[in-house]
């Protein structure tokens, strides 16, 4: 699932966001459910799969799928190209017609990245700051500026006002409150700064100094180049200002400061691809439109910087529930003292060395949608004569979903089959945890809510279509998968927006009626820690069973599932 990211690059991509208030973190009470004792091992040994739906299949591919030698699966990267060759092959075993580019399973993406060129310069009265030590920025096009620089206080000062004067012209430095304040509305328009830049803790360098990628699509409506996001260090500020910022009056003047930002475009070195298949239906008219079945193939790849297993495991689990969705939270004396115990009695179960980890795995985010989809394939596959659906089965396996659901735009804007031809598209993104160990949701008031048997989130199911929310709601019920459907997390101005997050909305937008199933959140979640020993394949197994049966459903009618709301603007903003 796509991060919903409340830092520096949404802050600054704009002088108007500056005035955009972040939601307040969830602040977690006391560990409730103990940490389960995983039965399941680091390895598995793989085992010829079975046209049913089943768990051992699941656990056999997710354990290949979700393995350190897919290197975290990160779009662009070789990881992601091996993790997308194992679909290829799957499918071809599987006997599905190919649906990408060229008579193969593969739809290639322009994709390319953003990077700053060595030759870029940032000064602060003539003294020249080091790229990636001191600063670092991202933009869309080469940019330069010049001006003063003026101290515009924390984000979390109540009293962080500029007056016009101090702005314009000017390069304005704010800073990002480090002490856990929360970022509060800031009434200044910066439109007549020279520039914007954010003093932000060392680790945004590491952000801001990578590559960013995009899909160049010249059909795509651009949002122009905007002005360059620049983050520098609390020592690049000391130097701006001559000393320490801290104690440093809102509108305090700096010495002058220039930025010559140059951006080289290349393409990525390793091809970022959907994989795309085809189960052909059996009626000889309805066989022309689809059902779409999705699920993400990428994660977000490895760090250089590996952390110790256990410990993070346990101090996500009791600091932040909702893993990287909670990256703001930070350990209050009550639950660092819970950690520190927690710790502890898992060294004395566990002796050994530290479990060192830097691939970020995604079992759940989203190997475990990934595999089912193959499961569900696999089992459609199997059927013969009038148990093969009505409609054609579209199976699509989106790339960049992590880097901002780049993989499903680049299908629904240019689409393998005509776009008007598919008639419902089912997403699972997460699908393989959701117990009560698990912070799987919270309500719109952010209230937390654990997991438990049976558990379900839909996001979406009646947003475009009430008879596709409806049948769903009878599928479980009638056919007995005996799911607890969970629908908080798709209430209007719930601060996650996850209808927004994950690709099956890339579908709504061209009003496409969608349903999106997963078991929530939990705090491995974008973290070394979401491994296939954690994963709940029962859970999985009857994800794609519904999953499965709502597609045969849809396939079977007699009619085009119902759009009974209004369409949105494909290219408008998405909020829930």
């Given at each position: 699932?796509?991060?919903?990211?409340?830092?520096?690059?949404?802050?600054?991509?704009?002088?108007?966001?500056?005035?955009?208030?972040?939601?307040?973190?969830?602040?977690?009470?006391?560990?409730?459910?103990?940490?389960?004792?995983?039965?399941?091992?680091?390895?598995?040994?793989?085992?010829?799969?079975?046209?049913?739906?089943?768990?051992?299949?699941?656990?056999?591919?997710?354990?290949?799928?979700?393995?350190?030698?897919?290197?975290?699966?990160?779009?662009?990267?070789?990881?992601?190209?091996?993790?997308?060759?194992?679909?290829?092959?799957?499918?071809?075993?599987?006997?599905?017609?190919?649906?990408?580019?060229?008579?193969?399973?593969?739809?290639?993406?322009?994709?390319?990245?953003?990077?700053?060129?060595?030759?870029?310069?940032?000064?602060?009265?003539?003294?020249?700051?080091?790229?990636?030590?001191?600063?670092?920025?991202?933009?869309?096009?080469?940019?330069?500026?010049?001006?003063?620089?003026?101290?515009?206080?924390?984000?979390?000062?109540?009293?962080?006002?500029?007056?016009?004067?101090?702005?314009?012209?000017?390069?304005?430095?704010?800073?990002?409150?480090?002490?856990?304040?929360?970022?509060?509305?800031?009434?200044?328009?910066?439109?007549?700064?020279?520039?914007?830049?954010?003093?932000?803790?060392?680790?945004?360098?590491?952000?801001?100094?990578?590559?960013?990628?995009?899909?160049?699509?010249?059909?795509?409506?651009?949002?122009?180049?905007?002005?360059?996001?620049?983050?520098?260090?609390?020592?690049?500020?000391?130097?701006?200002?001559?000393?320490?910022?801290?104690?440093?009056?809102?509108?305090?003047?700096?010495?002058?400061?220039?930025?010559?930002?140059?951006?080289?475009?290349?393409?990525?070195?390793?091809?970022?691809?959907?994989?795309v298949a085809i189960l052909p239906?059996?009626?000889?008219?309805?066989?022309?439109?689809?059902?779409?079945?999705?699920?993400?193939?990428?994660?977000?790849?490895?760090?250089?910087?590996?952390?110790?297993?256990?410990?993070?495991?346990?101090?996500?689990?009791?600091?932040?529930?909702?893993?990287a969705d909670d990256a703001r939270?930070?350990?209050?004396?009550?639950?660092?003292?819970?950690?520190?115990?927690?710790?502890?009695?898992?060294?004395?179960?566990?002796?050994?060395?530290?479990?060192?980890?830097?691939?970020?795995?995604?079992?759940?985010?989203?190997?475990?949608?990934?595999?089912?989809?193959?499961?569900?394939?696999?089992?459609?596959?199997?059927?013969?004569?009038?148990?093969?659906?009505?409609?054609?089965?579209?199976?699509?396996?989106?790339?960049?979903?992590?880097?901002?659901?780049?993989?499903?735009?680049?299908?629904?804007?240019?689409?393998?089959v005509p776009r008007d031809s598919?008639?419902?598209?089912?997403?699972?993104?997460?699908?393989?945890?959701?117990?009560?160990?698990?912070?799987?949701?919270?309500?719109?008031?952010?209230?937390?809510?654990?997991?438990?048997?049976?558990?379900?989130?839909?996001?979406?199911?009646?947003?475009?279509?009430?008879?596709?929310?409806?049948?769903?709601?009878?599928?479980?019920?009638?056919?007995?998968?005996?799911?607890?459907?969970?629908?908080?997390?798709?209430?209007?101005?719930?601060?996650?927006?996850?209808?927004?997050?994950?690709?099956?909305?890339?579908?709504?937008?061209?009003?496409?009626?969608?349903?999106?199933?997963?078991?929530?959140?939990?705090?491995?979640?974008?973290?070394?820690?979401?491994?296939?020993?954690?994963?709940?394949?029962?859970?999985?197994?009857?994800?794609?069973?519904?999953?499965?049966?709502?597609?045969?459903?849809?396939?079977?009618?007699?009619?085009?599932?119902?759009?009974?709301?209004?369409?949105?603007?494909?290219?408008?903003?998405?909020?829930?």
């Amino acid at each position: 699932m796509k991060r919903n990211l409340v830092i520096a690059a949404a802050l600054l991509a704009a002088p108007g966001l500056l005035a955009a208030q972040a939601p307040e973190a969830v602040a977690p009470g006391p560990t409730i459910v103990p940490q389960p004792e995983t039965k399941l091992p680091l390895k598995h040994t793989p085992e010829p799969t079975k046209a049913s739906i089943n768990v051992q299949d699941l656990m056999t591919r997710l354990y290949i799928y979700a393995d350190d030698s897919m290197m975290g699966r990160e779009a662009g990267t070789l990881g992601n190209v091996k993790a997308t060759t194992y679909i290829a092959n799957q499918v071809k075993q599987i006997g599905l017609k190919p649906a990408g580019e060229n008579g193969t399973y593969f739809q290639t993406l322009p994709f390319k990245t953003r990077s700053v060129d060595p030759a870029s310069s940032f000064t602060a009265g003539g003294q020249a700051l080091q790229f990636g030590t001191d600063w670092a920025a991202r933009s869309n096009e080469s940019a330069s500026f010049s001006g003063s620089a003026v101290w515009g206080g924390f984000l979390g000062d109540s009293g962080a006002t500029l007056t016009p004067e101090q702005i314009k012209g000017n390069v304005v430095v704010i800073g990002l409150p480090t002490d856990g304040r929360r970022m509060r509305r800031m009434s200044n328009n910066f439109e007549d700064a020279a520039a914007v830049v954010l003093m932000a803790p060392e680790r945004y360098l590491g952000f801001y100094s990578r590559p960013s990628s995009f899909v160049d699509d010249p059909d795509r409506p651009s949002r122009g180049p905007g002005r360059p996001s620049v983050v520098i260090t609390a020592d690049a500020a000391a130097t701006l200002f001559g000393g320490p910022v801290e104690s440093l009056a809102v509108g305090t003047v700096g010495k002058p400061t220039a930025m010559d930002l140059k951006i080289s475009v290349a393409p990525v070195e390793f091809p970022a691809r959907n994989v795309v298949a085809i189960l052909p239906g059996r009626d000889p008219v309805l066989k022309n439109e689809y059902v779409a079945i999705g699920a993400h193939n990428d994660h977000i790849g490895m760090t250089d910087r590996p952390v110790d297993h256990d410990s993070l495991r346990i101090f996500n689990h009791i600091v932040r529930p909702g893993g990287a969705d909670d990256a703001r939270n930070q350990a209050t004396e009550e639950q660092q003292a819970e950690v520190n115990a927690e710790l502890a009695n898992w060294r004395q179960k566990h002796p050994g060395a530290a479990r060192l980890d830097s691939i970020s795995n995604g079992a759940d985010d989203d190997g475990s949608g990934t595999v089912t989809v193959l499961e569900i394939a696999q089992y459609l596959a199997s059927l013969k004569g009038n148990a093969v659906p009505k409609r054609s089965i579209l199976f699509v396996w989106h790339v960049g979903e992590e880097k901002g659901l780049l993989g499903s735009a680049w299908f629904t804007d240019h689409p393998t089959v005509p776009r008007d031809s598919i008639v419902a598209q089912l997403n699972m993104d997460m699908v393989g945890r959701g117990d009560a160990w698990d912070v799987a949701a919270v309500t719109k008031a952010g209230a937390p809510i654990h997991g438990g048997p049976n558990y379900l989130q839909l996001v979406g199911s009646r947003r475009l279509s009430t008879e596709l929310g409806d049948l769903v709601e009878q599928v479980n019920k009638e056919d007995h998968h005996g799911f607890v459907f969970d629908y908080s997390m798709d209430a209007d101005g719930h601060p996650s927006n996850i209808y927004c997050r994950s690709d099956h909305y890339e579908y709504a937008r061209y009003g496409i009626p969608i349903t999106f199933f997963t078991t929530g959140l939990h705090s491995d979640y974008h973290q070394v820690t979401d491994e296939p020993q954690y994963i709940d394949y029962d859970r999985m197994a009857q994800v794609g069973s519904l999953v499965a049966d709502i597609a045969m459903h849809v396939a079977d009618l007699d009619h085009r599932i119902v759009v009974d709301h209004p369409k949105p603007d494909p290219h408008g903003r998405c909020q829930q």
